[in-house]
């Protein structure tokens, strides 16, 4: 591999290798912030199926540590999403220290509000607003729940915007440094915003969970309690490890539903969503 | 020192890795997950004074070990429980087999499928034991379903419909297109109980099948720690009686060339007569090490020519010609 | 498939399920297969059940009966119930 970047990303340390200096420019340019580690947890590799690929038509390929089979390459000017996409794999598929949550998390006086659903919910998008409102971004992706305290750790990784959501976090963060316009992706337009000075400073620190949203966007505003056995059901569905850690998995999650509220909210649109995550924090 | 080579010195001497630099602990992980070995790298490295961040990353491999474990012992229950009506031995293989019986191989091993052994007569009835209780097929494919059935040691793999889990029934341990065609009745004759009713084979015959999946069978891929398992197994039980049970299987020049390898790879302690390597030996050894820093393999025609070699073990030319076809057709690639 | 009336339930071992009832529905995590299945009564109480000693469907339906004010004590039923829990390993046929 003949370029490199060295990266950590709250507790996990990455360690990305491409035949490319493109993806590996953009990562270093937009987590220039970012501690870089010595020794990495997982290991992501952007390469060429083969060598004439890396010039002609070059398609991206996602390796590392982990993978997953037949997942199709992307072209070179994406090479910034495939990156970002090998880095949420090895999390998705290999981490064991924490419970992983497919959920964005917003901090404020040490107290975490978790937000997950589908995709399209809308949970980067509350997640990237709320940070321009002085909420501390923990991350729009995954939360971290480490199962010896029942603490939640940060993962601010860039923050990914899709589509419409790209004008709407523009708007709120006039001065945010984006990452440049990824157009026509297998999710449409994506755009990266990097989290704000504060997130990334924090990011080291956990805090304790005290909210559990299910949001939904595109829906007339209503807001509903989540039983601890639905919510129990809807966290195992959106965690990718909650089985491989056994015992440990079981009682953090069993902890966090017995100790931390759930609600389903419905947004019609962004400003009703902010409205109803405040005023439910 | 090649990444792969360096692995093997690690598990050899663990404490050759406390004076690693930062990029060769990466390198070391990396090319450990790759081979599937991080588990037992890790258990290797317990109790050392590591770095903190290599700590946290043993520790974690061992707890995620100790899980693959727990669910490969169970799928092994959940198929004791559905074929224990039908009254016929059944050999538990691999994986599965060092952790039922404690094998010393199964420290941090990963396991994956479910691999068993029943005798040839017994196929229909325990695959019909096993649907009624909820394995299923792989996607049926005609073309993989008939090759299987006709020509290989095992059945098509099973999938658990709720657990999600595959079983590989197999009535002897090589495909019935090999050369070699070892003594599948005498390996279930020899096989041993266990508590649970479930059986293992005799020492010698793990052995045996260790290297018959080693040396006649695969592609080396994952060769390191079929290698490993067998290191372990000798070191534990010694030589005796190995190469004549091999050679009743028509095995004996892959446990002599089995013996050589682990001397050379993992110091094994082994007759003096193995302790030479051949030509062969070198080229077994540069494919079984190939890899790179980032755990991705290296020396593409040399893998290539050891799958086109494992597939002449197999299977007879004019066979092997039509089955490469049709895998290439299906866009089948040999390693990943 | 026949059902002979010899036919025994056993339980998991307690020692192997952690139970937790959250609120309708109860968690059990079975510790020999490291699966969580989400249950609803019956469930609890069946494995309670059979927890002292394994027993033939009869008995089981007997004890129930007396245990819990069984409203249609139906063996066709708790048949099905158990098949369930034989499926998912919290209960072994023997």
Same mark, same amino acid.
């Given at each position: 591999m003949r370029h490199i970047a060295h990266l950590r990303i709250g507790p996990a340390a990455f360690r990305i290798g491409s035949h490319w200096r493109a993806p590996i420019a953009a990562l270093e340019d937009l987590y220039r912030d970012y501690p870089k580690p010595e020794i990495p947890d997982f290991n992501v590799h952007l390469f060429?199926?083969?060598?004439?690929r890396r010039y002609l038509r070059p398609a991206v390929h996602i390796g590392g540590d982990f993978t997953i089979p037949d997942a199709a390459p992307l072209p070179l000017a994406q090479g910034l999403l495939a990156a970002e996409m090998g880095m949420n794999l090895q999390m998705a598929l290999a981490q064991r220290r924490y419970l992983l949550l497919h959920a964005s998390a917003v901090e404020r006086d040490g107290k975490a509000v978790l937000m997950t659903g589908i995709s399209g919910a809308g949970k980067s998008t509350l997640a990237a607003l709320l940070m321009a409102r002085g909420w501390r971004l923990m991350g729009d992706e995954f939360v971290l729940i480490d199962p010896r305290t029942g603490a939640a750790h940060a993962f601010p990784r860039l923050i990914s915007l899709k589509n419409q959501a790209i004008a709407v976090a523009q708007a709120a963060h006039p001065q945010g440094r984006f990452g440049p316009l990824l157009a026509g992706t297998p999710k449409g337009d994506i755009r990266h915003l990097v989290p704000d000075a504060r997130a990334i400073a924090a990011m080291a620190e956990p805090a304790s969970p005290s909210l559990i949203l299910f949001p939904r966007f595109g829906f007339d505003t209503a807001e509903r309690p989540v039983l601890p056995s639905e919510a129990f059901v809807r966290l195992t569905q959106a965690s990718t490890n909650y089985v491989h850690l056994a015992e440990p998995g079981f009682d953090a999650l069993t902890r966090l539903v017995q100790s931390v509220p759930a609600r389903a909210i419905d947004y019609p649109d962004t400003e009703v969503g902010i409205a109803l995550v405040e005023a439910l924090a | 020192m090649n990444p792969g080579w360096r692995l093997a010195t690690i598990l050899r001497? /663990?404490?050759?890795?406390?004076?690693?630099?930062p990029e060769e602990w990466t390198e070391l992980l990396a090319v450990a997950r790759a081979e599937q070995m991080a588990g037992t790298l890790a258990h290797r490295l317990h =109790?050392?004074?590591?770095p903190d961040r290599i700590k946290r990353l043993v520790e974690d491999a061992i707890a995620s070990t100790e899980q693959v474990r727990l669910a490969a012992l169970w799928e092994a229950e959940m198929a004791r429980r559905a074929l224990a009506p039908l009254g016929v031995p059944v050999v538990l293989l691999k994986g599965t087999a060092f952790a039922a019986a404690g094998?010393? /191989?199964?420290? =941090?091993r990963n396991i994956g499928d479910l691999d068993i052994l029943v005798p040839l007569e017994s196929l229909g009835e325990v695959e019909a034991a096993l649907i009624a209780a909820g394995w299923e097929w792989v996607k049926p494919d005609p073309y993989d379903d008939a090759y299987y059935r006709r020509?290989?040691? +095992?059945?098509p793999p099973l999938i658990h419909r709720e657990r999600d889990r595959m079983i590989d029934v197999h009535h002897?341990?090589? /495909?019935?297109?090999?050369r070699i065609t070892p003594d599948a009745a005498g390996l279930i004759a020899a096989s041993e109980p266990l508590e649970n009713g479930l059986c293992i084979l005799s020492r010698p015959d793990i052995l045996v099948h260790a290297v018959a999946h080693l040396l006649? @069978?695969? @592609?080396?891929?994952g060769g390191m720690r079929n290698l490993w398992d067998f290191h372990c197994l000798v070191r534990d039980?010694?030589?005796?009686g190995l190469l004549e049970r091999a050679r009743h299987h028509g095995l004996a020049r892959e446990m002599a060339r089995a013996l050589r390898l682990s001397h050379a790879l993992y110091g094994t302690e082994v /007759?003096? +007569?193995?302790q030479r390597l051949g030509l062969a030996d070198r080229l077994y050894l540069r494919r079984l090490t190939a890899r790179d820093g980032w755990g991705r393999q290296t020396r593409r025609p040399l893998r290539m020519a050891f799958y086109v070699r494992s597939h002449w073990l197999r299977m007879p030319p004019a066979m092997l010609a039509r089955h490469l076809w049709t895998k290439y057709r299906k866009g089948y690639r040999p390693v990943g | 498939m026949g059902r002979e009336m010899t036919v025994l339930y056993r339980a998991a071992a307690p020692e192997t399920l952690r139970i937790v009832p959250l609120d309708a529905l109860t968690l059990i995590y079975h510790r020999a297969s490291g699966i969580t299945h989400v249950v609803d009564a019956p469930v609890p109480e069946l494995l309670e059940a059979l927890t002292p000693a394994p027993q033939t469907l009869d008995q089981l339906l007997a004890a129930l009966t007396e245990r819990y004010d069984l409203l249609d004590a139906d063996p066709a039923a708790l048949a099905i119930r158990l098949d369930e829990l034989v499926q998912a390993g919290l209960v072994e046929r023997l």
């Open positions: 060429a199926a083969r060598p004439w | 001497d /663990p404490s050759a890795s406390l004076a690693f630099s =109790g050392l004074a590591l094998l010393s /191989p199964s420290a =941090g020509w290989m040691h +095992e059945l002897t341990i090589l /495909p019935l297109t090999a006649a @069978d695969g @592609d080396l891929a039980g010694g030589t005796e /007759p003096l +007569e193995y | -």
